[in-house]
């Protein structure tokens, strides 16, 4: 091969031919034919290369399979650059269509770094670029798959409560289509006004009174004693009456006074009347529930965003950012059978913060513990303050972090995460946050018990 091909390379527009003529002469041509992998995830990364003809695609693995990444052609220079400290390759990559590539083996690069500067110069010039980029790329990735979990879970949450509201809508519905027959069957009733008042008193008292919690043995055996009354009152299919009654914790008792107010002939009619609406009432609470937790949900993502709010530095509670972190990540918390602790300081002071910003941290350290959970574990949240800081607590309760990696934890693109499910960012943008905060994060670690504890100044000199 002759240099002249080498020279038709951007990335070698400015080196002497002295140096490309020793690139020349310590390399070698490889080709490649259609979908012939150049390198697979795992293989050790030996070679610097230049790609002269053909075009190659990258993949990786996840747990839904291979995923296409990007391609690269003519005139790219990759692998192992001068200074790199790739070890091994993480992805597939396979020619598209014949394609040949320039490479130098890696253990001639300590000789081309002490005799060739220029040479030097632009593959690193070349490896901070791709560093950059890549670092950019990576980042909004970690943005991604942040807002991603956070969709997911928004979507499980708003769901649940958004099915329940059709649900009962749709049951009302068809309960009140039923409502004319019972209004029918009580105007041909024949009771006095000391009956009727009777009747308004215990409904309005039933409808507003606290309700206590009930096991479901104790809820059982009400069902019981209330079926069996009824029945022998000559009451037939009274099972949505009895569970309205339930549901607002009328006793046998109660039931007695009303037959002996109303008589035999009245206490029917009435009491289907006032199982109606009670049924009513019932889903029109569960209603309203459903619709009070989508707007909770609503003002949450509203507060972990600070959608509507300044992202400057502001006077800030740290309190709102953590509640409304845990309130997106609770399914996820509770869908594995995981306890969530909370123990906040009610007179935690306000800090000099930017609130978008932290919660980014908050959601990086829970949502990796969360991760990192074995069986039925605990997510701990604590928060204490001195004078002059204040001072956030995230644990869990998982395998911990090994002691060889622990100080590495922070460097950007280091994960013990699969392929695919981590771009190994999100602690290095942790870190990046509370240091612009002037503040610190330290991690201890140990099986089950890995703690972040990070401090903040209550007033800063960031403007």
């Given amino acids: 091969m002759s240099i002249d091909k080498l020279k038709e390379v951007p990335t070698f527009e400015h080196v002497p031919e002295d140096q490309l003529q020793w690139l020349v002469k310590h390399g070698e041509l490889k080709t490649f034919q259609n979908k012939e992998a150049m390198f697979h995830p795992g293989d050790p990364a030996e070679y610097l290369f230049v790609v002269l003809e053909g075009e190659f695609r990258t993949y990786i693995f996840n747990d839904k399979g291979k995923k296409y990444v990007d391609s690269f052609g003519v005139n790219t220079v990759s692998g192992v650059l001068p200074f790199s400290r790739i070890k091994e390759f993480g992805m597939l990559c396979h020619s598209c269509g014949e394609s040949t590539i320039f490479r130098l083996h890696r253990d001639l690069l300590g000789d081309m770094i002490r005799h060739n500067y220029e040479l030097t110069e632009c593959l690193v010039h070349t490896m901070t670029t791709r560093v950059r980029e890549f670092a950019k790329v990576q980042t909004q990735n970690e943005k991604l798959m942040a807002l991603g ?5 928004l979507a499980h949450e708003l769901n649940n409560p958004a099915s329940a ?12 289509s039923s409502v004319p027959e019972r209004f029918k069957a009580v105007m041909s009733m024949n009771v006095n006004e000391d009956e009727i008042d009777h009747v308004n ?58 037959y002996d107010e109303l008589g035999d002939q009245n206490f029917s009619a009435t ?44 006077k800030m509670n740290v309190h709102e950012g953590l509640q409304s972190t845990v309130k997106l990540l609770e399914h996820k918390i509770q869908k594995q059978g995981h306890q969530l602790d909370l123990k906040l300081d009610p007179n935690l002071p306000e800090i000099d913060g ?21 069986d ?40 013990t995460k699969g392929i695919g499910k981590g771009t190994g960012l999100g602690l290095d943008i942790t870190k990046k946050i509370i240091d612009k905060h002037e503040g610190t994060i330290k991690v201890t670690s140990q099986p089950g018990n890995t703690e972040f504890r990070i401090t903040l100044p209550i007033k800063n000199n960031i403007e």
Avoid at 149 to 153: E, I, L, T
Avoid at 292 to 312: H, P, V
Avoid at 354 to 374: S, T
Avoid at 396 to 405: L, R, V
């Fill in 149 to 153: 979990k956070m969709s997911a879970g």
């Fill in 165 to 176: 509201m059709a649900r009962s809508g749709k049951e009302l519905k068809k309960h009140l």
């Fill in 201 to 258: 008193s215990f409904l309005h008292q039933k409808l507003n009174a606290p309700k206590t919690a009930m096991s479901l043995m104790e809820k059982s055996n009400l069902e019981d004693d209330l079926t069996d009354f009824l029945e022998e009152k000559g009451m037939e299919d009274v099972d949505d009456i009895v569970g309205a009654l339930v549901d607002f914790q009328i006793q046998e008792e109660d039931l007695e006074e009303m």
């Fill in 271 to 314: 009491l289907e009347w006032v199982g109606s609406q009670l049924i009513t009432e019932k889903m029109v609470q569960d209603i309203s529930e459903a619709s009070e937790r989508i707007s909770s949900l609503i003002t949450s993502i509203k507060s972990f965003s600070y959608m509507d709010r300044s992202q400057d530095m502001q």
């Fill in 354 to 374: 930017m609130p978008g910003e932290l919660n980014q941290v908050w959601m990086n350290i829970l949502a990796n513990g969360i991760d990192a959970l074995e």
């Fill in 376 to 415: 039925k574990g605990t997510i701990s949240v604590r928060t204490s303050f001195d004078d002059e800081n204040v001072k956030i607590y995230l644990s869990d309760t998982g395998k911990g972090i090994p002691e060889e990696i622990r100080s590495r934890i922070f460097e950007p693109f280091f994960t």
